[in-house]
């Protein structure tokens, strides 16, 4: 089945803490982004990647890193993570011909105390 | 820049009642405009793209340059179309997806 894994689906942690949140696509996908979820807010971009070890920053880069070693993986990177960072966190894919939209995977929520 | 404008964070309707999402964008180029639909906070899933012109789930969607809007429309709404909907703009070289804050609809019975 073609689609996005993201793990893990929940994960609290402490301040300064950190972590890394996997994201794989199974679809051979050139293109892949993180975007972070918040009440009013909407998704904003945090990074996105047009292939393999090219990435960028998307609309709220601070505070995250990504790396793009392989084209299936694109893990997203928080070194010191802070309160402000609690949030619905959505990976997705989409190949570079494709014209209608993104593939998601299903979310990880993630709680700093 | 490209922006993407969602004004009602809340909708609610009766079964049966027409429902009208609305979206407005902001863009220099030629426009890629999509619905997504998210129900009980799980992945996003692509409802309609404004490219093919077809209607998913009774919704449909029309792009008008001239007042560049793309709202969301369905003539009867049912309960399980609750839900939140995001509009969002494909753009750039990079094609990235520009997100409005969505809105939340609620159907009532």
């Known amino acids: 089945e073609a689609q996005v894994t993201q793990n893990p689906r929940y994960l609290i942690t402490v301040t300064g803490k950190k972590l890394t949140v996997t994201c794989s696509q199974n679809?051979?996908?050139?293109?892949m982004s993180w975007y972070r979820q918040d009440p009013g807010l909407g998704l904003r971009q945090i990074y996105y990647?047009?292939?393999?070890?090219?990435?960028d920053k998307g609309d709220v880069p601070e505070g995250y890193k990504v790396s793009r070693k392989e084209k299936r993986n694109f893990p997203l990177i928080l070194e010191s993570p802070s309160p402000n960072q609690t949030s619905l966190y959505f990976c997705?894919?989409?190949?570079?011909?494709?014209?209608?939209?993104?593939?998601f995977g299903s979310g990880t929520r993630l709680t700093v105390v | 820049a490209q922006r993407v404008t969602q004004p009602e964070k809340l909708l609610s309707v009766f079964k049966g009642a027409p429902v009208e999402l609305k979206c407005n964008y902001s863009?220099?180029?030629?426009?890629?405009l999509f619905w997504y639909v998210q129900y009980s906070r799980q992945r996003l899933q692509l409802l309609l793209r404004?490219?093919s012109r077809e209607s998913i789930k009774g919704f449909t969607a029309d792009l008008n340059k001239g007042e560049t809007s793309f709202h969301l429309k369905k003539p009867f709404a049912q309960e399980e179309d609750s839900a939140m909907y995001y509009c969002?703009?494909?753009?750039?070289?990079?094609?990235?997806?520009?997100f409005g804050s969505g809105t939340q609809l609620t159907v009532l019975p």
């Open positions: 404004h490219i």
């Open positions: 863009y220099s180029g030629s426009p890629e």
């Open positions: 997705a894919s989409r190949s570079g011909g494709e014209i209608y939209g993104y593939t």
């Open positions: 990647s047009m292939n393999v070890e090219v990435t």
């Open positions: 969002a703009l494909l753009s750039g070289s990079a094609r990235q997806l520009t």
């Open positions: 679809m051979n996908h050139e293109y």
